[in-house]
């Protein structure tokens, strides 16, 4: 019947989501994000890919999805939201945010803060009168749960990458070694509501009156750090909060549905030590700061290692010897439902050969009737499709592309070092 009569609270604490200010804030910053992304293929391809709304539908219900499971494992933890030092991790993460986007994450700002704590709690030991004010508020931080939050909100991050990063890939030119090859964009943003825990030391008479579920003898996995005193005993109080979380990557040498897939696999390893490096924590703290530097570091080498090999290896999307590739095709294009694939190497439009992107578009312009001879994993074959408008083909780039990005790999140093520089000459 307890355990009946938690769930029951649980979930009414989640499913309140819908009349939280917050939840919707999240959302239209995350239509934002994709009416933004919409732009950019605009001036690329001439049109947006994907309706903006339909994205973010999508990210909503794969969003509830993860703040679902998110919710259980953080209430499964125990981690009480007051004792995690959120009001220092949040400004931190801001400032980081102004040295590149992309560290505007708790895996930098949270594991900073704990590495500072557990430093502080070091020398305290030491040299006890240091312990006073803002330093001991922040000494105080239950950092073993702050590594466990972090862990936990990157887990969730790796099953929706792994559910949903391919999907809505957005094609891309880009200037690699290789000259300007093609790639995909993969960008998600999700919103997630959440389950928080906040513990708190109430008289055990207000406890009883309260009709507080008791809990079983194991629980919390992470046990508070507030004493209760005589007559008095510590509470959980169930806390609906709003989270949002953001992937960004690109898949160039493999598939977007494979790049998803990996880097899925690598968050969720990265994931797992990290919350295995907070129970260890839990136990042993003197491994507190090794431990909360790994958040950081280890997230850190997991983006540069990751765009290491995917830029390492050759391109998928190359401009073939003879022919034209195809890159992508428009969601409902004639080509589409014809079955015309991405990677398909088009030789000839009508019997007539195609040189380059040039040939090809103005062959495809001038007749309604479109008749493609086709390779495709070494064999030939021919679709033939009927268009009124737009045939909806996205070309590898070639030396006709109008233009491209080049990307630039950041590690925290050189983003901090070209921040610096373009502050010193604008001043």
Request: hydrophobic residues 50%; aromatic residues 12%; positive net charge.
């Amino acid at each position: 019947m307890e355990l009946a009569s938690f769930v029951r609270l649980f979930l009414e604490t989640y499913f309140i989501f819908p009349v939280n200010l917050l939840f919707w804030l999240v959302i239209i910053l995350v239509t934002m994000q994709y009416r933004r992304m919409a732009k950019t293929e605009v001036q690329l391809l001439g049109r947006p890919k994907y309706s903006f709304w339909r994205q973010t539908g999508y990210s909503i219900l794969f969003g509830l999805t993860g703040g679902l499971i998110a919710s259980i494992l953080l209430v499964l933890f125990g981690i009480s939201l007051t004792e995690i030092g959120i009001i220092y991790v949040w400004p931190l993460a801001i400032l980081l945010l102004l040295v590149h986007p992309r560290y505007l994450c708790f895996a930098y700002a949270g594991g900073l803060v704990g590495a500072f704590s557990a430093t502080i709690q070091l020398l305290g030991n030491f040299w006890p009168a240091i312990i006073t004010g803002l330093l001991a508020d922040i000494a105080a931080i239950h950092i073993p749960g702050l590594l466990a939050l972090i862990g936990i909100l990157h887990l969730t991050e790796s099953f929706l990458i792994a559910v949903s990063g391919h999907l809505f890939a957005s094609p891309l030119f880009l200037k690699t070694e290789n000259g300007v090859v093609g790639g995909f964009s993969l960008q998600k943003f999700w919103p997630l509501p959440l389950v928080g825990l906040i513990a708190t030391v109430v008289p055990e008479v207000a406890a009883q009156a309260a009709a507080a579920v008791q809990m079983p003898d194991w629980w919390p996995l992470f046990a508070s750090a507030t004493t209760p005193g005589t007559g008095q005993t510590l509470m959980y109080v169930l806390l609906p909060i709003v989270a949002g979380l953001g992937y960004g990557d690109l898949a160039v040498s493999s598939t977007p549905r494979k790049k998803s897939k990996s880097s899925a696999l690598n968050l969720a390893a990265y994931s797992v030590i990290l919350i295995a490096a907070a129970f260890l924590a839990f136990r042993f703290p003197i491994i507190t700061i090794p431990a909360a530097l790994f958040a950081p570091v280890g997230h850190e080498l997991l983006i540069i290692f990751g765009n290491k090999k995917e830029f390492s290896g050759k391109p998928l999307y190359m401009a073939p010897v003879t022919g034209v590739q195809v890159l992508d095709l428009f969601p409902q294009s004639p080509a589409l439902k014809a079955g015309l694939r991405s990677g398909d190497i088009i030789l000839a439009v009508n019997g007539i050969p195609v040189e380059n992107s040039l040939v090809f578009n103005t062959l495809i312009r001038s007749v309604p009737f479109i008749g493609l001879d086709v390779e495709r994993d070494g064999q030939n074959h021919t679709i033939k499709f009927n268009k009124t408008g737009d045939a909806g083909i996205i070309l590898t780039p070639d030396g006709y592309v109008p233009g491209y990005v080049q990307v630039k790999h950041h590690h925290f140093f050189s983003a901090l070092a070209e921040k610096l520089q373009k502050k010193v000459r604008h001043t």
